[in-house]
């Protein structure tokens, strides 16, 4: 999975659009792109067109983002685009592992509702959404089965630390957002589960955009998320292995195997050991999915 396209859940013509845009996901929302007397609406368009979606065999897998826990307004989410049977549940607001279970909760009673069998709900979750949210990211091993990925976000983060902007004169992230970055994806690879980065907020931007996903993908994430139909064949294109780093980790392979799985081989020059395997072995692991 490499892009992860944001579609605001009250604008059919959009959610219409999103499908045609090539991403490996939606994230259908009903959180922050939808204005609070909208909501009640934006649930029953989700629902309806995750139901119209759901025979469609080569559609992108479907999410919905859900309001956080506190609003209370996460059960009345989940009681509508549940019966609907949506591939997964985007959970913002995130402050540790034991909100992620709680979530877990609240769908496995859905799933039982709605003859869904267990587990097949997934949960992906945003984790640096406030300063609270930072202290909380060691606990998410293991916190739900459900759990397939981790991403963060930029602009709650900075309304909570009262910043003025989280972004520097040439574009680049600020210190406590780089902080954020970092800390979710060594948090998610910690947890097992997919590392995935945030958005590019200018979307009309491109040149921005894949600088910044070459970035995520150099240091390790394995997707990234879009707010435009436009970001999303970079996103694609960047994260998507190349040929040529599909074959170079296959060399390596069978360059292991042919040395009898030594721990430590040279080839062209070069020492090879077990973290250069382990990252070839990731690389064949992510082209198979
Ligand atoms: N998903 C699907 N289609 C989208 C889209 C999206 N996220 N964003 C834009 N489109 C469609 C538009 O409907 C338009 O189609 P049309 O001309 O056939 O009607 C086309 O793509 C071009 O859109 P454009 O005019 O360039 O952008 P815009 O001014 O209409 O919209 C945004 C700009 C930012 C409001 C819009 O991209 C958007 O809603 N993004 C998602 C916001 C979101 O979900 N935020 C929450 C997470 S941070
Ligand atoms: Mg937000």
Same mark, same amino acid.
């Given at each position: 999975?490499?892009?992860?396209?944001?579609?605001?859940?009250?604008?059919?013509? %959009?959610?219409? %659009?999103?499908?045609?845009?090539?991403?490996?996901?939606?994230?259908?929302?009903?959180?922050?792109?939808?204005?609070?007397?909208?909501?009640?609406?934006?649930?029953?368009?989700?629902?309806?067109?995750?139901?119209?979606?759901?025979?469609?065999?080569?559609?992108?897998?479907?999410?919905?983002?859900? #309001?956080?826990?506190?609003? !209370?307004?996460?059960?009345?989410?989940?009681?509508?685009?549940?019966?609907?049977?949506?591939? !997964? &549940?985007?959970?913002?607001?995130?402050?540790?592992?034991?909100?992620?279970?709680?979530?877990?909760?609240?769908?496995?009673?859905?799933?039982?509702?709605?003859?869904?069998?267990?587990?097949?709900?997934?949960?992906?979750?945003?984790?640096?959404?406030?300063?609270?949210?930072?202290?909380?990211?060691? #606990?998410?091993?293991?916190?739900?089965?459900?759990?397939?990925?981790?991403?963060?976000?930029?602009?709650?983060?900075?309304?909570?630390?009262?910043?003025?902007?989280?972004? #520097?004169?040439?574009?680049?992230?600020?210190? /406590?957002?780089?902080?954020?970055?970092?800390?979710?994806?060594?948090?998610?690879?910690?947890?097992?589960?997919? /590392?995935?980065?945030?958005?590019?907020? #200018?979307?009309?931007?491109?040149? !921005?955009?894949?600088?910044?996903?070459?970035?995520?993908?150099?240091?390790?994430?394995?997707?990234?998320?879009?707010?435009?139909?436009?970001?999303?064949?970079?996103?694609?294109?960047?994260?998507? /292995?190349?040929?040529?780093?599909?074959?170079?980790?296959?060399?390596?392979?069978?360059?292991?195997?042919?040395?009898?799985?030594?721990?430590? &081989?040279?080839?062209?020059?070069?020492?090879?050991?077990?973290?250069?395997?382990?990252?070839?072995?990731?690389?064949?692991?992510?082209?198979?999915?």
């Amino acid at each position: 999975m490499r892009s992860y396209l944001f579609v605001p859940g009250d604008a059919p013509r %959009k959610l219409e %659009k999103g499908l045609a845009s090539g991403a490996d996901a939606l994230l259908l929302d009903l959180e922050d792109s939808v204005a609070p007397d909208a909501k009640p609406k934006a649930r029953e368009i989700v629902r309806d067109y995750l139901l119209a979606q759901a025979s469609r065999k080569d559609r992108p897998r479907l999410f919905v983002r859900v #309001n956080a826990l506190d609003t !209370g307004l996460t059960d009345a989410d989940l009681d509508v685009v549940m019966a609907a049977r949506p591939d !997964g &549940i985007l959970f913002p607001k995130s402050r540790h592992g034991g909100d992620v279970t709680h979530l877990d909760a609240k769908i496995t009673a859905r799933e039982a509702l709605h003859n869904i069998e267990e587990g097949t709900t997934r949960i992906l979750v945003l984790v640096t959404e406030s300063a609270e949210a930072l202290f909380g990211l060691s #606990n998410y091993r293991g916190s739900s089965e459900r759990l397939d990925g981790m991403t963060w976000g930029a602009e709650d983060l900075s309304a909570d630390l009262g910043a003025e902007t989280n972004r #520097n004169e040439r574009g680049d992230y600020t210190d /406590p957002y780089r902080l954020a970055r970092a800390q979710c994806l060594i948090a998610a690879v910690a947890a097992g589960v997919a /590392p995935i980065d945030s958005i590019y907020p #200018n979307f009309r931007d491109a040149d !921005g955009l894949r600088r910044e996903a070459l970035e995520g993908r150099r240091d390790g994430f394995t997707g990234k998320m879009a707010i435009h139909p436009d970001q999303v064949p970079v996103i694609n294109e960047i994260y998507t /292995p190349s040929a040529e780093s599909i074959a170079q980790a296959k060399r390596l392979i069978d360059a292991f195997a042919a040395a009898g799985n030594a721990g430590v &081989i040279s080839l062209d020059g070069q020492m090879y050991d077990q973290p250069h395997l382990k990252r070839a072995l990731r690389l064949l692991a992510r082209v198979k999915k």
